[in-house]
């Protein structure tokens, strides 16, 4: 970890025992403004098996070596308030790990004969604002895009969620997720929560792989509420397969929301139901208790990409004539 400024202002880059590198970049309490992860076979898993990381900073870029390959580079030029490096470890379960040789060098230009994919001349694009701020140009968005996952753990009973931002009026939300489970694995759901400054107080619109593809819309009113909602037809086109992706788009004018998945309108919600107030946040959210599917009790996370918040605006995509 470096750059790091407070527990929710830094970047880092991983090893996983999946063998996969991620990285994050990451700047404020909204959580997560840019994430990534891809397989790494390069990364030793065997017990007491040693992993050479090293991370060269090079104008404004981490160019990123795993065990003396080249896994990739990301863009470090947001300002965290901080400085240094952190070595940080998974600490879920009991043991240590234990590191060797850990050190710091000034970069020099003689250098790049032992890296050779830094590319000197390389100029970072910008990186997009994780923040709400007004913008007078509708077609930048106010949030993201952003990726990462959702953690399945089935044994709270709850929710897994990711946090997304706080909005004000009408709002187009746009993300991409992918199928966790094959569909003789397990059933799956997705979706985005639509939260309000009251607890237990919300609509969740689901998108579920049950059946051959749902859609469906939950509301709760309260703590002493129970969750309402009602069951979609069929959900045609939903992509079904382990690895695919769905593409999901949700724009909230007023009390009504037009949902499109995979580019087709699937439906109209109304959100006055409930006597629930204009949505005041925007999370993604999956139900992963084992009930919805068998596969969420294996644990592992559903992925997403994308995930971007434009304040609505008429040019921002066509609503159809006859709504």
């Known amino acids: 970890m470096f750059k790091y400024g407070g527990s929710s202002r ?38 007491g098996a040693e992993n050479l990381l090293q991370v060269a900073l090079v104008r404004g870029i981490a160019w990123t070596y795993v065990n003396g390959t080249f896994a990739g580079s990301f863009s470090v030029d947001l300002d965290t308030g901080g400085d240094g490096v952190w070595l940080i470890a998974d600490d879920d379960f009991e043991g240590a790990t234990i590191f060797k040789d850990a050190a710091v060098w000034k970069w020099d230009s003689s250098m790049y004969r032992d890296f050779s994919e830094i590319d000197p001349g390389y100029v970072p694009p910008a990186t997009p604002t994780p923040t709400i701020t007004p913008t007078p140009n509708p077609l930048i968005p106010v949030f993201g895009p952003v990726g990462g996952r959702i953690l399945h753990d089935s044994d709270d009973g709850l929710f897994a969620q990711y946090q997304g931002p706080e909005v004000v009026g009408d709002v187009m939300v746009e993300v ?79 009390d009504s929301g037009w949902v499109y998945v995979n580019d087709r309108r699937v439906t109209i919600v109304n959100f006055s139901l409930g006597d629930i107030p204009n949505p005041e946040e925007i999370d993604l959210l999956i139900l992963d208790t084992t009930s919805r599917g068998p596969g969420y009790g294996e644990a592992g996370h559903t992925k997403f990409e994308d995930f971007t918040v434009w304040r609505w605006h008429p040019s921002l995509f066509d609503l159809p004539d006859d709504d």
Not at 177 to 186: D, Q, T
Not at 193 to 207: A, C, G, K, M, N
């Open 176 to 254: 991409t997720f992918e199928v966790p489970f094959a569909p003789n694995e397990s059933h799956w759901n997705f979706g985005i929560q639509f939260d309000v400054d009251r607890p237990s107080t919300y609509h969740w619109i689901e998108i579920s792989g049950e059946f051959g593809g749902r859609l469906n819309h939950w509301r709760l009113s309260g703590p002493d509420s129970r969750l309402q909602g009602r069951l979609s037809e069929d959900l045609v086109g939903l992509n079904l397969q382990k690895g695919d992706t769905n593409h999901v788009r949700i724009i909230v004018v007023g």
């Open 10 to 47: 830094f970047y880092s880059t991983t090893l996983e025992s999946t063998e996969d590198w991620e990285h994050y970049a990451r700047l404020g309490d909204r959580g997560v403004i840019g994430f990534w992860d891809g397989p790494l076979p390069e990364i030793n898993t065997e017990s």
